[in-house]
């Protein structure tokens, strides 16, 4: 055999990194079913309690009707359809840019941007902790790729003194594994000092942060000067599928002509759209979703404090709780889940080697009582686990 998987896949369950994909058995939600057991849930991105709100369902439903299931076709030949285009216009008039432009997926959007705007001669410079879209899409960009240290606007200075051609400066608004969010005012002036462009990946900011869930540019006040390309997903805060970019006039229609993701894939299905329209209506106009989320994250914070637990410094509802070792992550998730309650492990390569972690993801659907059980269920947890556990990546 050419290709020895079985080794792969062997040294890969030694070093407690092997993944199985859970089998959800009921809409997305606080209470869900899950390989068969009844379980509370903080791992889901819904962030506003979206993805199963009636109104939303009924306007994919009745979307589906009109429209039909398939997009058909890609967007530049017959697959951009109206519901498509005016999403397109709500999400531009949303973030308060000229234009936007809807992709089917966050990978296909940042591989699209990226790859579109850079190439040979020219320079990619991101957060070391960007999403793996984000790194891969600087990777295959084929120009000049560098990662600076996270956060840091000296070591992004650093960089841009040695960057050539057209240069872009790209980082998450959210750190997703972290739940941090980007110096993005500093960064910004960095890369204005050096006459680059700033890319800024906020699928986990849009709907939870900012006056009216704009996200992070609208949470620090920033202009479409300081952030030409903004891009931002739709199955997180929204409840649905998708992603988009916004910007300019130009940058639209240089993604349009150049960003090949976009140029050869089928359009998303209208009736997605549909809903997108829906579920955005009621993110602008239901503030109270973006209030009790802050009261939860609140609710945890003091009481994980409380525990003595280590939290990552993270004002939004990613809230990761750091264990170090993938041995003692994954025992913590097997005894939270014997108790009822699911939150996944994430480990390397997600998260760097030795910051294995538990992901709490927090929902506006959650009630204080879900929370108060999440912090009971993980008191009695952490006094199950030995003091320490070593994994075979974590070995010199």
Request: charge should be negative.
């Given at each position: 055999?050419?290709?020895?998987?079985?080794?792969?896949?062997?040294?890969?369950?030694?070093?407690?990194?092997?993944?199985?994909?859970?089998?959800?058995?009921?809409?997305?939600?606080?209470?869900?079913?899950?390989?068969?057991?009844?379980?509370?849930?903080?791992?889901?991105?819904?962030?506003?309690?979206?993805?199963?709100?009636?109104?939303?369902?009924?306007?994919?439903?009745?979307?589906?009707?009109?429209?039909?299931?398939?997009?058909?076709?890609?967007?530049?030949?017959?697959?951009?359809?109206?519901?498509?285009?005016?999403?397109?216009?709500?999400?531009?008039?949303?973030?308060?840019?000229?234009?936007?432009?809807?992709?089917?997926?966050?990978?296909?959007?940042?591989?699209?941007?990226?790859?579109?705007?850079?190439?040979?001669?020219?320079?990619?410079?991101?957060?070391?902790?960007?999403?793996?879209?984000?790194?891969?899409?600087?990777?295959?960009?084929?120009?000049?790729?560098?990662?600076?240290?996270?956060?840091?606007?000296?070591?992004?200075?650093?960089?841009?003194?040695?960057?050539?051609?057209?240069?872009?400066?790209?980082?998450?608004?959210?750190?997703?594994?972290?739940?941090?969010?980007?110096?993005?005012?500093?960064?910004?002036?960095?890369?204005?000092?050096?006459?680059?462009?700033?890319?800024?990946?906020?699928?986990?900011?849009?709907?939870?942060?900012?006056?009216?869930?704009?996200?992070?540019?609208?949470?620090?006040?920033?202009?479409?000067?300081?952030?030409?390309?903004?891009?931002?997903?739709?199955?997180?805060?929204f409840g649905t599928s998708g992603a988009f970019v916004?910007?300019?006039?130009?940058?639209?229609?240089?993604?349009?002509?150049?960003?090949?993701?976009?140029?050869?894939?089928?359009?998303?299905?209208?009736?997605?759209?549909?809903?997108?329209?829906?579920?955005?209506?009621?993110?602008?106009?239901?503030?109270?979703?973006?209030?009790?989320?802050?009261?939860?994250?609140?609710?945890?914070?003091?009481?994980?404090?409380?525990?003595?637990?280590?939290?990552?410094?993270?004002?939004?509802?990613?809230?990761?709780?750091?264990?170090?070792?993938?041995?003692?992550?994954?025992?913590?998730?097997?005894?939270?889940?014997?108790?009822?309650?699911?939150?996944?492990?994430?480990?390397?390569?997600?998260?760097?080697?030795?910051?294995?972690?538990?992901?709490?993801?927090?929902?506006?659907?959650?009630?204080?009582?879900?929370?108060?059980?999440?912090?009971?269920?993980?008191?009695?947890?952490?006094?199950?686990?030995?003091?320490?556990?070593?994994?075979?990546?974590?070995?010199?």
């Amino acid at each position: 055999m050419p290709f020895d998987l079985s080794t792969r896949l062997a040294e890969r369950r030694a070093a407690h990194l092997y993944r199985k994909r859970p089998l959800l058995e009921a809409p997305q939600g606080p209470r869900v079913v899950v390989d068969g057991e009844q379980l509370l849930a903080f791992c889901s991105n819904d962030y506003l309690g979206l993805a199963n709100h009636p109104l939303v369902i009924e306007a994919f439903v009745e979307g589906a009707r009109r429209w039909g299931v398939g997009g058909g076709a890609s967007h530049l030949v017959i697959g951009h359809s109206t519901p498509h285009h005016q999403l397109e216009e709500a999400l531009a008039e949303f973030t308060g840019r000229p234009r936007a432009l809807l992709l089917s997926s966050g990978y296909m959007a940042n591989l699209g941007a990226v790859t579109a705007l850079t190439g040979q001669g020219d320079t990619v410079l991101e957060d070391r902790l960007n999403h793996a879209s984000l790194l891969d899409a600087g990777l295959l960009s084929g120009a000049r790729f560098s990662r600076y240290l996270h956060n840091d606007p000296e070591s992004l200075r650093g960089r841009l003194a040695k960057a050539e051609g057209n240069t872009l400066v790209v980082t998450d608004g959210v750190f997703s594994m972290d739940g941090d969010v980007a110096d993005l005012p500093s960064i910004c002036a960095v890369a204005e000092a050096h006459r680059a462009w700033v890319m800024v990946d906020d699928a986990h900011g849009f709907g939870c942060l900012g006056a009216t869930g704009g996200g992070i540019v609208e949470h620090l006040g920033l202009s479409m000067d300081q952030v030409p390309v903004l891009m931002g997903t739709l199955g997180k805060a929204f409840g649905t599928s998708g992603a988009f970019v916004a910007g300019s006039d130009e940058l639209i229609e240089t993604l349009i002509q150049f960003a090949r993701p976009y140029i050869y894939t089928t359009s998303q299905p209208p009736a997605v759209a549909c809903a997108t329209l829906k579920s955005l209506e009621l993110l602008r106009g239901e503030h109270w979703r973006r209030e009790r989320l802050a009261e939860l994250i609140s609710l945890f914070r003091e009481g994980a404090a409380s525990m003595g637990l280590e939290l990552m410094d993270s004002p939004t509802p990613i809230q990761p709780i750091l264990l170090g070792s993938s041995h003692r992550a994954l025992m913590l998730s097997a005894a939270l889940r014997r108790r009822g309650i699911l939150v996944t492990a994430i480990r390397p390569p997600t998260v760097p080697r030795g910051t294995a972690r538990l992901r709490v993801t927090l929902s506006a659907a959650h009630t204080r009582a879900d929370v108060e059980e999440l912090l009971e269920a993980l008191q009695a947890s952490l006094r199950e686990l030995p003091l320490q556990a070593k994994d075979a990546e974590e070995k010199p």
